[in-house]
Structure formats: structure tokens, C-alpha cells
């Protein structure tokens, strides 16, 4: 429910000290991607990349333990089953909104936007949160 969601989300950003803005105030700062997660494990990179890249994504990088496939949200579909079809099942895909700038944060706001993106991570209407915030580990403490 649209109206009971925007009232709780409202409150914890009165809760945590901010505001709530109107609908797609910030989309501008957000680009729509689709985005595949794929374990590295036993997998080469340069394979991956190609597969990839043949499928119709737009950009690979390694991140950690996956290599991260970006892609225009019209070929998403199509590159998720070719991938698939040759072998190579993602851990995760969804479409994503990325942030195009990040801000870093620090002291009392880093913890306070911590704060309130733990609050929307952890109330059940919200599904997703996106952010441009980069925090520090001690925010979360």
C-alpha cells in the first residue's frame, strides 16, 4: 500500500532528522541498470567478460568474490539468458538504480545517514534502498 508506506517512511525520516522529499526529487542522481552478480570462484575473468560482452552487456568489472555485469535494462532479460543458456548462473540479478557521484560522509551525519538507511532497510514495505552515501565502517558502530 502506496499511502501506508509513504507514512511510515516519512516518520523514520523525522525519527532519524531528515526530510522526505517529493517522488523522483533525486532520480536525477541515479542511473537504471541491470545488474548480474556472478561467484568468481574457478571462473577466468577474460571468459566471463566475453561471454558477457557478446551477450549484450555493457560493462564487467571483479568486485570481492563475483564479477558485477552491467547492463541497459532493455537487454537485461536477454543477457541473464544467455548467460544462463551457456552455463553461467547468477548469484543475483535485479534491476538496480546506481549512483553516479558518491558522497563520502563522516562524524555525527555518516552515523545519522547510517542510522536511517538501516531504519528503511529494516521496515518491511521498503524493497529496495538506494544511496550515493559512502560510509565509513565506524558509522555502522
Same mark, same amino acid.
Request: with cysteine; net charge negative; proline share 2%.
Given at each position: 500500500?502506496?499511502?501506508?508506506?509513504?507514512?511510515?517512511?516519512? /516518520?523514520?525520516?523525522?525519527?532519524?532528522?531528515?526530510?522526505?522529499?517529493?517522488?523522483?526529487?533525486?532520480?536525477?542522481?541515479?542511473?537504471? !541498470?541491470?545488474?548480474?552478480?556472478?561467484?568468481?570462484?574457478? !571462473?577466468?575473468?577474460?571468459?566471463?567478460?566475453?561471454?558477457?560482452?557478446?551477450?549484450?552487456?555493457?560493462?564487467? !568489472?571483479?568486485?570481492?568474490?563475483?564479477?558485477?555485469?552491467?547492463?541497459?535494462?532493455?537487454?537485461?532479460?536477454?543477457?541473464?539468458?544467455?548467460?544462463?543458456? /551457456?552455463?553461467?548462473?547468477?548469484?543475483?540479478?535485479?534491476?538496480?538504480?546506481?549512483?553516479?557521484?558518491?558522497?563520502?560522509?563522516?562524524?555525527?551525519?555518516? /552515523?545519522?545517514?547510517? /542510522?536511517?538507511?538501516?531504519?528503511?532497510?529494516?521496515?518491511?514495505?521498503?524493497?529496495?534502498?538506494?544511496?550515493?552515501?559512502?560510509?565509513?565502517?565506524?558509522?555502522?558502530?
Amino acid at each position: 500500500n502506496r499511502n501506508r508506506t509513504a507514512g511510515h517512511v516519512r /516518520k523514520i525520516f523525522d525519527v532519524c532528522g531528515g526530510n522526505l522529499g517529493s517522488t523522483n526529487c533525486v532520480a536525477y542522481l541515479f542511473q537504471r !541498470k541491470g545488474q548480474i552478480l556472478i561467484e568468481s570462484a574457478g !571462473k577466468e575473468e577474460d571468459q566471463i567478460m566475453e561471454l558477457a560482452l557478446e551477450a549484450g552487456a555493457d560493462d564487467m !568489472k571483479a568486485d570481492g568474490d563475483y564479477f558485477v555485469i552491467l547492463t541497459d535494462p532493455g537487454q537485461f532479460n536477454s543477457v541473464v539468458a544467455s548467460l544462463s543458456a /551457456k552455463g553461467i548462473q547468477p548469484a543475483e540479478a535485479d534491476i538496480v538504480r546506481l549512483a553516479e557521484t558518491q558522497v563520502t560522509l563522516e562524524g555525527d551525519i555518516a /552515523k545519522r545517514v547510517a /542510522k536511517l538507511l538501516d531504519a528503511l532497510d529494516d521496515n518491511d514495505d521498503v524493497q529496495n534502498v538506494f544511496s550515493n552515501a559512502s560510509l565509513p565502517e565506524e558509522a555502522y558502530s
